[in-house]
């Protein structure tokens, strides 16, 4: 046994738990509601992306010696500069996004 292992932080948590006589506690009720609310961020987010839909061209990264395209492997690049993102504005993005208390 090293010492590592005795000194490990989910043994030495779970010893203290059983001193103290404390059962493990098992969350279920907030899994689902944490569930859709995620969901409902990544439907923000689908639908700003789908509105600001980014320009994009396949550009040729590697060529393979064989000469007949099976092995080439290509890139998608956006076409500008800085293409569009929901992440640019921080709080216009948080603004869009759903209500936290109406998931706690």
Known sequence: MSLFDETDFLSLSRDLRD???KK???QTGGT???KRYRE???EVLR???????VE????LTYEHPSGDGRKNIYEFDA??????SPFDDLEL????MPNTEDFI
């Not at 994009?56 to 550009?59: D, L, N, P, Q, S």
């Not at 993005?93 to 869009?96: A, F, G, K």
């Open 19 to 21: 001193s103290l006589g």
């Open 24 to 26: 493990k506690t098992v």
């Open 32 to 34: 689902e509601r944490l």
């Open 40 to 42: 409902q961020r990544v």
């Open 47 to 53: 639908r700003l992306y789908a509105e600001n839909p």
């Open 56 to 59: 994009e061209k396949k550009i």
């Open 79 to 84: 076409v500008e500069e800085n293409p569009y």
């Open 93 to 96: 993005l948080e603004e869009l």
